[in-house]
């Protein structure tokens, strides 16, 4: 499958490196491309890793992720142009951080979310927000924790954009358990699942954790 | 240890009827005591349990449990005042859920808690926030979701406090793991997971599950 990045940071070369050695034809998209040239030339797997412009990424992709800081999401993606984005699935990783105030919080919540935000931007995109809930090397590596026994969660309002982006994701790091929560608007939930997540991360000192539904 | 209650709905009726089961004296309390008499009498340890005014309530207990509804939970505790709670571990058990778009959201979140506003409200009370991520069943049974294996949370200024909380909850209901999240605002963290949880409870539809910290 050839996926295409919107964003460059950390989670997009930490996901689209896994997804590379999963067998997938990646492209990162930048706004600066060239920055990009010195990590690009150190992969293993470079023959399936191709860099460009947010734009061109967005073409590329059969599935596009949403890689960018969340609160930078809206322009960046309006920076790609329904067009290129129409009738695709869009996987919205992105979580709305405001340390505006000195303290962690979301710059959109409760009553709205940064996948709804998306969906309404983009009403002919399949938004699908999930791996909001991890860090990036959890995203790539469940195993990693608690040997895959937790849960990852998926929201969208497109029930075919959710079963293939559920397959992708089992099938290219071992997920084993990706609970539906229903529509765009359950993004919320995983939205603000950070308010908590920080705070065992913070008497932890680690992110090498994840939540599991039991019961 | 004498418990005493804000509130005289269902879970201070669940969870006041579990303590004095465990052996503690519980004072529930309403604005209108006459309302409880019948529920009382069908009571098997009635001669632990009473019923009175907030006020009494509040004068009664050892601890106090907020089991009001967390929007109306200000003032009911401001009816109460400050001099019968003050020094007192006051447990806030409350969710400040708003149904009054039409859809459930919380009427305060991200930025600020109910907790936290009890906090402020109350500078001389130690305000320990907990129990508010389960259903009031789960609360004094956690052994009926996963044989007892996941997780609580508790959140406070006062560290004696929630010690306190932590070995009630253990000794009295048979919590296994309650996780200390930090101060009061982190309160936000538990509250906010509201939004999560009513997905998988929709998903399920039943509320015997919790979450489980895993890694």
Same mark, same amino acid.
């Given at each position: 499958?050839?996926?295409?990045?919107?964003?460059?940071?950390?989670?997009?070369?930490?996901?689209?490196?896994?997804?590379?050695?999963?067998?997938?034809?990646?492209?990162?998209?930048?706004?600066?491309? !060239?920055?990009?040239?010195?990590?690009?030339?150190?992969?293993?797997?470079? !023959?399936?890793?191709?860099?460009?412009?947010?734009?061109?990424?967005?073409?590329?992709?059969?599935?596009?992720?949403?890689?960018?800081?969340?609160?930078?999401?809206?322009?960046?993606?309006?920076?790609?142009?329904?067009?290129?984005?129409?009738?695709?699935?869009?996987? *919205?990783?992105?979580?709305?951080?405001?340390?505006?105030?000195?303290?962690?919080?979301?710059?959109?919540?409760?009553?709205?979310?940064?996948? !709804?935000?998306?969906?309404?931007?983009? +009403? *002919?995109?399949?938004?699908?927000?999930?791996?909001?809930?991890?860090?990036?090397?959890?995203?790539?590596? +469940?195993?990693?924790?608690?040997?895959?026994?937790?849960?990852?969660?998926?929201?969208?309002?497109?029930?075919?954009?959710?079963?293939?982006?559920?397959?992708?994701?089992?099938?290219?790091?071992?997920?084993?358990?990706?609970? *539906?929560?229903?529509?765009?608007?359950?993004?919320?939930?995983? !939205?603000?699942?950070?308010?908590?997540?920080?705070?065992?991360?913070?008497?932890?000192?680690?992110?090498?954790?994840?939540?599991?539904?039991?019961?």
């Amino acid at each position: 499958m050839k996926i295409g990045f919107i964003g460059s940071g950390s989670a997009a070369q930490t996901l689209g490196q896994s997804f590379a050695k999963a067998g997938h034809d990646v492209k990162l998209g930048a706004r600066n491309p !060239e920055k990009l040239i010195a990590w690009l030339s150190q992969l293993q797997q470079d !023959e399936k890793v191709s860099i460009g412009t947010v734009r061109e990424a967005a073409d590329y992709g059969d599935i596009v992720f949403n890689a960018t800081p969340g609160t930078a999401s809206l322009t960046a993606l309006s920076d790609v142009g329904s067009q290129a984005l129409q009738g695709k699935v869009l996987v *919205d990783i992105a979580l709305p951080l405001d340390f505006s105030n000195g303290e962690l919080t979301l710059a959109v919540a409760n009553t709205d979310s940064l996948g !709804e935000q998306i969906q309404r931007a983009f +009403p *002919d995109t399949k938004v699908v927000k999930t791996l909001n809930t991890v860090s990036s090397a959890v995203m790539v590596n +469940p195993r990693s924790v608690a040997n895959g026994q937790h849960d990852l969660f998926i929201s969208g309002n497109d029930a075919d954009a959710k079963r293939i982006v559920t397959t992708l994701l089992k099938e290219s790091f071992g997920w084993e358990s990706i609970i *539906d929560l229903g529509d765009i608007r359950s993004a919320r939930g995983t !939205e603000m699942l950070l308010a908590l997540s920080s705070r065992i991360h913070m008497g932890r000192g680690h992110m090498n954790f994840n939540f599991k539904v039991v019961g």
